[in-house]
C-alpha cells in the first residue's frame, strides 16, 4: 500500500480487511489500516499506539474502552467534543496478538502516513499518547515531562507536542489517571491562553 492509496478522509471508510500490506512495514502479521477519525483541518491530533480489538472492528480509532475513557473522561476535561479532535494512531494497523508496537514500528508506519495527514491537517498540538507515540519526536522521560508542551517537528511540520501516558494506563491505574487529568487540564489552559 502505498501513502496515495491511503486515504486520509473525514469520512470513515474502513479500507477492505485484504489491503495488502505497505511494502516497508515491519510490523508482522499486521490486520488493516485503521485510517484517522475526525476533522481535517483541525486544531488538536490524538494520537495513540495502534488500533485494538474494537478499532479493528468498527474500523475508528480509539472507539473501545479506551476511546470511552478519554471520550468519559479526558475530552470534557479538555472542554472539547470528540467532533472537534482528529484521532490517529502511530501505527495505523494491529498485529496478531494486538502487542504494543516498538518504537522502530511506530516509526516506520508514521514515516508512510503521519507526514501527509500533517500536512493536510495541520494541527496546532499533537497530544502524543504513550512512550511510543511519544518516541517520534523527542527523547522524553514522561515520568519527568508529561504534560510539559515541547516544540515537535516531523517532516514540514512543527508545532507544539503535548507528551502524556496513553489513557490505557489510566484505566489501570490512578496513578497514571490522576496525571493523565492534569496534563489535560494543562493543555486546555495552554489552548485558551494561544487562543
Ligand atoms: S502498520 Fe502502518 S506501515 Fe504497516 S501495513 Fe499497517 S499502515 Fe502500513
Redesign the pocket.
Known sequence: ?SAQQ?SFNMVVEPPPPEMP??S????PL?RR?IPPHGPIPCRVLFLGEAPHVDEDKEGIPFCGKTGQEVNNVYLPILGLPRSEVLVFNA???SQGNYDNPTPE?AY??SA??LGPLLMRAQPEVIVAMGAVCCSLFGKWNLNYEHGIPQFGQWGPWQGVVWPTYHPTAGIHSTAYMIPLMNDFRGLRKFLEAVG
Not at 24 to 27: E, F, G, V
Open positions: 500500500m491511503f500490506r505497505c516497508m512495514c515491519p510490523r499486521h489500516p501505527c495505523a494497523c514500528q516506520a508506519c508512510v502516513h
